[in-house]
């Protein structure tokens, strides 16, 4: 399944397909992009980021892919499982090393 | 120890109440931060301190007031808060060499 950005917040996927959740940003300057992932009850914890000087950033089970181009970052999880249902945000840092900006998340649903 | 822990995790308060909010590190993280988090939103930057000073404040009013003793404690001190207040209150830090944040589980504030 794949969202069509920030105006989709909900994502449904069934189990062991992959989902695509997709962020837009809107600052060129931005250098640094991280994806948090926030479980009900929780705060954020860390995914996985990615330098502006890169395209692509593999981890396990996630890819995070950087258009800056389009200013567009996407966050691909490989055969979903129920314990990925979340709501995902992604962050930009500019401005300051220690500045941070949200997105406004998805809400990814993983079906059994 | 990856852990930032929070106290207390609810809290009830009334408009004219003063309260505190704690928050606590030990992984010699020198910034840190408060973030206010409302149901179906990304968290919202509200202070950030480095070193244990004071760096950024993104205008927030000062019924809000942020403390840090030391280098592992972070407070925010709460008076005469208006129910538009109510919130997911988030704490983070990071480290000094590298851009990932790691939160706390909040503090989740009910003014009446």
């Known amino acids: 399944g794949e969202s069509v950005g920030l105006h989709l917040p909900t994502l449904s996927v069934q189990e062991g397909d992959n989902s695509i959740i997709n962020c837009a940003y809107s600052n060129s300057a931005s250098d640094y992009f991280i994806w948090y992932k926030q479980e009900s009850g929780k705060g954020p914890q860390f995914i996985i980021d990615i330098r502006s000087n890169m395209d692509k950033r593999q981890g396990q089970r996630v890819t995070v892919l950087l258009n800056k181009t389009v200013k567009h970052l996407s966050l691909q999880i490989a055969a979903t499982q129920p314990g990925d249902s979340a709501v995902y945000f992604c962050a930009e840092n500019r401005d300051n090393f220690n500045k941070f900006y949200f997105g406004s998340g998805t809400k990814l649903n993983v079906k059994p | 120890d990856t852990e930032v822990t929070q106290t207390p995790k609810h809290l009830v308060m009334g408009m004219t109440n003063k309260k505190s909010l704690k928050c606590e590190q030990h992984m010699g993280h020198r910034a840190m931060y408060w973030y206010k988090q409302k149901a179906k939103k990304p968290p919202e930057l509200m202070f950030v301190y480095s070193y244990e000073k004071l760096s950024i404040n993104e205008s927030v009013p000062s019924r809000f007031s942020p403390e840090c003793p030391n280098s592992s404690l972070l407070n925010l001190h709460l008076h005469a808060l208006q129910p538009e207040d109510s919130a997911l209150y988030l704490c983070?830090?990071?480290?000094?060499?590298?851009?990932?944040?790691?939160f706390g589980p909040g503090t989740r504030l009910t003014v009446t």
């Open positions: 983070a830090s990071k480290g000094t060499d590298y851009y990932e944040q790691y």
